[in-house]
Structures are given as structure tokens and as C-alpha cells.
């Protein structure tokens, strides 16, 4: 299955525009629409959660890699999860 992503994502506090070719994939790259300084993200690991269709409240653990030209792209390190329900 492949499901591509064009939306809005939170990245730790940041909320960003990205493409993603699959979110179903187990390690996914996230190109950032909108420019945002690399060093404008916490450094390390970050919960990564999609915000638009068609996987809203989805989570993925990420690192965030700075791009020669200063900006930032998501990597994966595990597929999207469905948020728990809380009983």
C-alpha cells in the first residue's frame, strides 16, 4: 500500500507544510514546503503528526536533517501510527 501526504504537519511546536511520497513506508523523508531554518526545530528525535486527510492525528517518530541551502527535511524512523484511544 502507498499512500502519498501534501498537508500540514506538527513537528514537535512547529507546524509546517510537507509532501510525503508514503506514509505507509517504514522509514519516509518528508520534504518541507515552507522554509523554515533547520536549527528553528529541537534537535534529536520528535513526534512527528499529521494534521490533514487522509491520516489526521497520525504519529511517526522522526529526525529532523538540515539541507545544505539551511532548511530542514523529516526523516522517518517508524510508519505512521493511528492516535491510542483513550478508554
Not at 11 to 18: L, N, S
Not at 65 to 82: K, M, T, Y
Amino acid at each position: 500500500m502507498s499512500t502519498p501526504y501534501n498537508g500540514r504537519i506538527c513537528v514537535g511546536a512547529v507546524e509546517a507544510t510537507v509532501r510525503i511520497a508514503n506514509v505507509d513506508a517504514r522509514r519516509w523523508v518528508g520534504e518541507l514546503a515552507e522554509v523554515h531554518p533547520a536549527s528553528s526545530f529541537a534537535s534529536g528525535e520528535v513526534t512527528a503528526t499529521l494534521l490533514d486527510q487522509p491520516r489526521p492525528g497520525w504519529q511517526s517518530p522522526a529526525n529532523v536533517e538540515a539541507l545544505p541551502d539551511g532548511s530542514a527535511q523529516l526523516v522517518g524512523s517508524r510508519r505512521f501510527n493511528p492516535p491510542t484511544l483513550r478508554r
